[in-house]
């Protein structure tokens, strides 16, 4: 005798009474969190002082550096493909 198949319900317009945070979505012994603990542990007050004021305000030098050391740890050097990731890749966007 064959037994029934049973789906999981799907459903992509359900909506969720609170949204997931990133940090719940990435895995507590993922790389990217070691390269994040790294990078905030490094004095970077001399890239700080490079930048100049005036103008929109900038991304945060701390965080650019964790997004192209991460992007390196995983053999991404393109930058059209990092800007790719940061839109697709959770990890990424948890940075």
């Known amino acids: 005798m064959k037994a029934k198949v049973v789906f999981k319900t799907y459903n992509q317009s359900q909506l969720s009474l609170l949204p997931p945070s990133y940090d719940d979505l990435v895995p507590v012994n993922h790389p990217v969190r070691i390269v994040n ?8 007050a001399d890239l ?5 004021g005036g103008g929109t305000s900038s991304y945060h030098p701390r965080m650019l550096l964790k997004v192209i050391i991460y992007a390196y740890l995983r053999n991404m050097y393109s930058s059209r493909k990092i800007e790719q990731a940061l839109l697709e ?5 948890w940075l």
Request: charged share 30%; hydrophobic share 40%.
């Open 48 to 52: 700080e002082r490079s930048y100049k």
């Open 37 to 44: 603990t790294i990078i905030d542990q490094i004095d970077i």
């Open 89 to 93: 890749n959770i990890h990424f966007m």
